[in-house]
């Protein structure tokens, strides 16, 4: 088995601000993502990664950037932080392109 | 346009009493579907992955996909109130990397 930590679990920022998420796992999985959930949306595809050092925009990468360092850790910025913006942040990870993503427990965003 | 539309929105259904949930795509062309089970303030548990027309089951929980009438459903056997959560559709068309849509969700309550 493993896990998936991301960190802080609340963030709360001020408006304009750049704002950071990270993601750490310990499948020694491939690849990783980042989705927003919003209220009424569902989950959409910020960035993914298919290796060390790699970045795919999804489709809502816009206002986004993201890092991939290391193997086992993921992080997500935001450039500029929305006012009254909320949303909950999921990081995942698979094996390779045909297998289940894992989700960590979220990062919760508030901007005020 | 949303490319996965879950129903119902909510499903209210007594412990033992079987509970059916629906998932309606927009692309034929699907070939990879997950259900997704998310406890208030956790992160996305899988539930069952699906890749060809027919039934899926895992524990519980089947899936029955049917892709010319482009629907996926969730049915949970002997409901338990510690499957009360939302519950996700998502469907991915890449045959690269995966990058999948996700429908809102059915917020499942199960009563004693």
């Known amino acids: 088995g493993g896990i998936i930590t991301q960190t802080p679990k609340f963030l709360i920022g001020q408006e304009g601000q750049k704002l950071t998420l990270k993601c750490q796992q310990n499948f020694n999985h491939d690849t990783m993502y980042w989705y927003r959930q919003d209220s009424g949306k569902g989950l959409r595809l910020i960035y993914y990664s298919i290796t060390e050092n790699d970045l795919q925009k999804g489709d809502l990468s816009e206002g986004y950037d993201a890092s991939r360092e290391k193997k086992s850790s993921f992080s997500l910025t935001v450039t500029s932080a929305q006012k009254n913006e909320m949303a909950v942040f999921l990081c995942a990870s698979s094996r390779d392109n045909q297998d289940t993503q894992y989700f960590g427990p979220g990062t919760r965003l508030l901007v005020l | 346009q949303q490319k996965v539309q879950q129903s119902p929105e909510s499903l209210t259904v007594s412990e033992g009493a079987m509970a059916s949930l629906n998932c309606t795509f927009s692309d034929g062309t699907s070939d990879n579907f997950r259900w997704y089970r998310q406890h208030s303030g956790k992160g996305l548990e899988v539930l069952v992955s699906?890749?060809?027309?027919g039934e899926k089951e895992e524990g519980r929980f089947t899936a029955h996909l049917n892709r010319a009438s482009l629907h996926v459903s969730l049915h949970i056997r002997e409901p338990q109130p510690s499957d009360s959560a939302v519950y996700l559709c998502a469907m991915s068309t890449d045959t690269g990397y995966q990058n999948f849509y996700f429908g809102k969700g059915t917020s499942l309550t199960v009563i004693p």
């Open positions: 699906i890749f060809s027309d």
